[in-house]
């Protein structure tokens, strides 16, 4: 490669490239004057300066008229990548989503000639940690996802990647999933038929490749996060697996849901959405007294309803939730402690004492305008079993008015169903609303990518509204009706087309 003894005077160093710590030490004047410059700067052909601003002060501080460099638009375009990336790299000036794609494009492309190529190799190349290399191609498999581009830091980004891998884990333990066998027709591991199933799993993560070099998943206990992250792709896959084996023909159940569950055989789920009657006796045009809820083509809003199908519910838990799961509950605060005593009792713990709260943004019910003020929000509880962790961190207040045409009774904003689901509901969720009304819940928790998600609905006009707002819910122009079209139609949901 070329080098050229430049003038020194000639060099231009940008402004907005100085910074403290530029200037030449002791060391460095010393080893310039014992053995010469071993390492030219870069500059560009009209003199400006690109790496290498402490050897330049090294040569002003020695006066020296002319210093070793090599003209960036000379250099090749592996160099130029490197020596551009390493200066940024010590600069601090790139965002760090850019920063993160220089890395893994740099480690990409000394892989393309030499395959055995290490992320030490990288981290050697560029100056930093081979933890920060490892790191920084994790991410960078993910920076075509918004929500993580989106991440304020690279730190936020990588625990946001780090916080999905362990929930894909815990998902595929809460159904028992035996993720070797899952997945071995994409992987399949050399392995003696009567292996074990840590042996299955051992032997599987063997084979999988830490950001495409040959550096193992499981190259040491510094950075367990990285070895969470290639595990979690590992259960993501066996969960996708058995996605196509549970898929189920209709979203909609008309059914009696404490009958239903009593009977129910099937894969369980990990979110549980009730919105069960409030027992406060509301007699609207819309509600039917017919009796007790196993009975009713539609549940009465008395507390002796609300109370069987709470009590009803905890007893066949069993029947319809994995053993990590998480529960939204809506309810009046005249029950709040009674419905935390009952879920506590059947193991549930309440996540924080204060209720998620929907205000409605608009007038509410006047109960006793003379006496009372105005009652204008709704409020959930949110209980887990298990250790089961939230997908994304939200507030536990939202205001929205119900836009949308009531269709039911006690109808919620598929927006505000959004907002708070996004606590619970990810990619490898199964949901229920025992109680499904309209269907806003199960359109939300698509919205949000679930995997799986069934309503159950005593009353069949109810049940075919559901159906139909399904269809409806996403906005038209934004493209989310036709994902939402388009993961009813992955999911094998009649009709979706």
Known sequence: MDVVLFPVANIKVPVERQRVGAKADAPLLTSIERDGLLNPIVIHSDGTLVAGERRLDAFRTLKRDKIPARIFEHLDARTAHRIELTENLARKQLAWQEETKAIADYHLMQMQDMPMWTQMGTGTDLGISVSTVSRALAVAEHLGDEEVATCQTFTGAFNLIAGRAERAMMAAQARGLDVAASVA??????????????????????TVNLGQSMDAVVTSTA????????????????????????????????????????????????????????????????????????????????????????????????????SAAHCIFWFDMAYYGWTIERFEKAGWKLVQPFPLIWTKGYTGVAADPKRRPR?????????????????????????????????????????????????????????????????????????????????????????????????????????????????GMDLGIEGAQ
């Open 375 to 487: 009652h204008c929000y709704e409020t959930a509880l949110m209980f887990s079993r298990g250790d089961r962790k939230i997908c994304q961190l939200e507030n536990d207040h939202y205001e929205c008015r119900l836009d949308e045409t009531k269709v039911h009774i006690s109808q919620k904003p598929v927006d505000m169903l959004k907002k708070f689901l996004k606590l619970v509901v990810d990619e490898h969720t199964a949901f229920l609303d025992p109680t499904c009304g309209s269907g806003g819940a199960l359109a939300a928790a698509l919205h949000l990518r679930a995997n799986r998600v069934l309503g159950i609905e005593l009353d069949p006009s109810n049940a075919d509204v559901a159906r139909i707002q399904l269809e409806r819910k996403a906005p038209e122009g934004t493209g989310e009706k036709a994902a939402l079209m388009q993961r």
């Open 223 to 322: 950075d367990n996060k990285i070895d969470l992250i290639e595990a979690g792709k590992l259960a993501a896959a066996a969960l996708a697996v058995e996605q196509k084996r549970t898929a189920i023909g209709n979203m909609v159940i008309t059914a009696d849901f404490l009958e239903w569950a009593d009977s129910y055989e099937g894969p369980k789920f990990d979110v549980i959405h009730c919105d069960f009657p409030y027992g406060k006796g509301y007699r609207g045009s819309n509600t039917r007294r017919t009796g007790r809820a196993h009975v009713n083509p539609a549940y009465l809003d008395d507390p002796d309803i609300y109370f069987e199908l709470v009590d009803g519910f905890l007893s066949l838990q069993d029947n319809i939730m994995h």
């Open 185 to 206: 027709i994409a992987l399949p591991p050399v392995l003696p038929p009567n292996a074990t199933k840590a042996e299955r799993t051992a032997a599987l993560l063997g």
